[in-house]
């Protein structure tokens, strides 16, 4: 059973800065995809952005060009930073892996709340 901790959220002024982590409990490498989700109060789940195995990292519109996926083979670790934080931001966001085989794991999540 993969598992997969996120930690990095919390409150920050609109403009602000956050990075989110996501480790696994497996090597990174068993995953074709992985990738940041968020879900606002009231709204469904949406992505955020995805790191494949192979190819480009991929983005939601309303992030681009504030929002970079990376990850750290060495570390298991996803990471999400944040910059240029607005209060649309605001949402629980989840770490989310596609293992080679076709299985999905979810984190428990992590708030990012941000004040205007």
Do not use: H
């Amino acid at each position: 059973q993969v598992q997969l901790v996120e930690s990095g959220g919390g409150l920050v002024q609109a403009g602000g800065s956050l990075r989110l982590s996501c480790v696994a409990s497996v090597s990174i490498f068993s995953f074709k995809s992985m990738g940041w989700y968020r879900q606002a109060p009231g709204k469904q789940r949406e992505l955020v952005a995805t790191i494949p195995s192979r190819g480009v990292s991929t983005y939601a519109d309303s992030v681009k060009g504030r929002f970079t996926i990376s990850r750290d083979s060495t570390r298991n670790t996803v990471y999400l930073q944040m910059n240029s934080l607005k209060p649309e931001d605001i949402a629980v966001y989840y770490c989310n892996a596609v293992t080679v085989w076709g299985t999905e794991s979810w984190g428990q999540g992590t708030q990012v709340t941000v004040s205007s």
